[in-house]
């Protein structure tokens, strides 16, 4: 399974999604292979549809969509079982690498 992870450089949150991501990924037993990819410009943001840092990307689908008109260099939260954080927990990873391994 591979999945593409949108950030931009300056982003506090990118790397923690990311060891979240690791520890899921373990802990369900998935071979994951993670592309990062940067983005630099409010141009590129909106070419990749990109809803802040850090995304999730599967096959060019957000794994959190939401309806959006606009796409900017912007910060992303989610919303955890423990409030509003810059990074999905591992929980909501393990969810989602069940839901998408289950399809295949």
């Known amino acids: 399974m591979k999945i593409d992870v ?3 450089e300056d982003c506090p949150s990118w790397k923690t999604a990311c060891a979240n991501l690791e520890v899921a990924a373990q802990l369900e037993g998935v071979q994951l ?8 410009t409010d141009q590129e943001a909106s070419k990749l549809k990109f809803l802040g840092s850090p995304s999730f990307q599967l096959n060019g689908q957000d794994l959190w969509p ?8 912007s910060c ?3 919303k955890t079982p423990e409030g509003l954080k810059g990074w999905p927990t591992i929980e909501m ?5 069940q ?3 289950s399809k295949l």
């Not at 592309?35 to 630099?40: F, G, M, S, T, Y």
């Not at 990873?93 to 690498?97: D, I, M, S």
Request: without cysteine; aromatic residues 20%; hydrophobic residues 35%.
């Open 93 to 97: 990873f393990r969810q989602k690498l």
């Open 76 to 78: 992303r939260v989610y």
């Open 6 to 8: 949108l950030y931009f």
């Open 66 to 73: 939401e309806n959006r008109e606009t796409y900017s260099l």
């Open 33 to 40: 292979a993670v592309d990062l990819i940067e983005v630099k």
């Open 99 to 101: 839901t998408y391994t």
